[in-house]
C-alpha cells in the first residue's frame, strides 16, 4: 500500500554521506515531488553541512545538464548550501554535492536537508544524515 509519510508532505528526500570511498567525499541528495499538482513552481533544497566539512564548488552542479539546479547559494555564516530548481519532477531526481573535509570534529551532530515548493512552503520534506 503506498502512503504518504506524514512528516513528508508533497515531497520525498534522502540524504546518504559517501565518506568512506576511494572517491572524493560526497553527498547524495534524492528528491522528488509526491504531491497532487500537476507540476510544481519553483523548488529549493537546503542542505546544511556537517559541522567540520563544506561544500566543494556547488555552482559547478549548474553546469550539469541533468542536475536542474538553475541558481546556487552559499550561505558560510550557516554552513548551508542552497539549490534552486525551477521545478522538481516526480520520478526521483537525484544529485551529487562534493565535499571536503576542512576540520576533525568529534561526534559531529546530523546536518538537515530540506526541500521545499518556493510558493507553498507547507509542501516540503526533510532529512538527517551523518558523515563519519
Do not use: H
Request: proline fraction near 2%.
Amino acid at each position: 500500500s503506498s502512503g504518504i509519510n506524514a512528516e513528508d508532505n508533497g515531497f520525498t528526500i534522502s540524504a546518504q554521506g559517501n565518506t568512506n570511498t576511494v572517491d572524493d567525499p560526497s553527498l547524495t541528495i534524492c528528491a522528488a515531488y509526491t504531491g497532487t499538482e500537476e507540476k510544481t513552481g519553483m523548488v529549493l533544497i537546503e542542505v546544511e553541512l556537517v559541522t567540520g566539512w563544506e561544500a566543494v564548488s556547488p555552482e559547478s552542479l549548474k553546469n550539469e545538464v541533468d542536475s536542474g539546479v538553475q541558481r546556487v547559494e552559499q550561505d558560510d555564516k550557516e554552513n548551508k548550501v542552497v539549490l534552486y530548481f525551477d521545478s522538481m519532477p516526480k520520478e526521483e531526481k537525484c544529485i551529487n554535492l562534493e565535499l571536503k573535509q576542512v576540520m576533525d570534529i568529534d561526534d559531529a551532530k546530523q546536518a538537515l536537508v530540506t526541500v521545499y515548493d518556493y510558493n507553498n512552503s507547507k509542501e516540503s520534506a526533510s532529512v538527517l544524515y551523518s558523515l563519519n
